[in-house]
């Protein structure tokens, strides 16, 4: 099941791209919507679990965590928080940016080899769906082939189920689960706050993103 619903999420908000004719205002609340919700699991379970394990030097890992992000993000543009410039892709497929992408979902999926509850996994699942219909709704106006589209768009849905497979198979990953899971969690902490911080735009008040993001804060506190 936690394979079936990481592979769907991407192929769902693939598909709406397709079917539907998505406002971008939409997938922004959205965006803010799945931040928010990933921030406060982040918090409320991954932090508390890491810190309570008695790894040492847990605050470097997550640290560590954040730069790592931050390099990847330097190759993908900000595709991980719904932030692609349209001059990325043109006719060569864009290897840096598939590459950070993958890189980023296979490391989602690692924690949740080891997760006690559903509530990192519907985390997770709820971000993949907007980043997805960011992702497909650029690919699709590219110059890429569209089987290079479809392509991309699988193997980018097979990454975080290889990282949960990875994580429950190879034993490095159960003997280091607390630093790498710190890591994760610098990683996760990077993404969210800065779908947070992209959600006012000129740093105006917007209600409906407060909204958004006080949903997804009030559901996840909900789900404790």
Known sequence: MTYLALILSVLIG???????NLKNSI????????????????????LPEVYNSGSKN????????????????????????????????????????FISLSVHAFSEGIPLGEAKDTMLLWAIVIHKIP???????????????KFKVFLFILIFALMSPLGCLVCESVPFFKTYQAPITA?????FLHVSSIILFESS????????????IGLGILIALMAN
């Open 183 to 187: 890591v994760i969690v610098g990683i």
């Open 14 to 20: 693939a598909s709406l791209v397709f079917l539907i």
């Open 58 to 97: 847990i605050g470097l890992y997550i640290l560590l965590g954040i730069l790592i992000q931050s390099l990847l993000e330097f190759f993908s543009k900000g595709a991980e928080h719904g932030h692609i410039h349209s001059h990325i892709i043109e006719q060569n497929f864009p290897w840096l940016l």
């Open 27 to 46: 997938v922004k609340l959205f965006l803010s919507f799945s931040g928010a919700y990933l921030l406060a699991v982040t918090v409320l379970h991954l």
């Open 201 to 212: 735009e000129n740093h105006t008040f917007n209600y409906k993103k407060f909204i958004a």
């Open 131 to 145: 980043i997805s219909i960011v992702l497909a709704t650029f690919l699709l106006h590219s110059k890429l082939p």
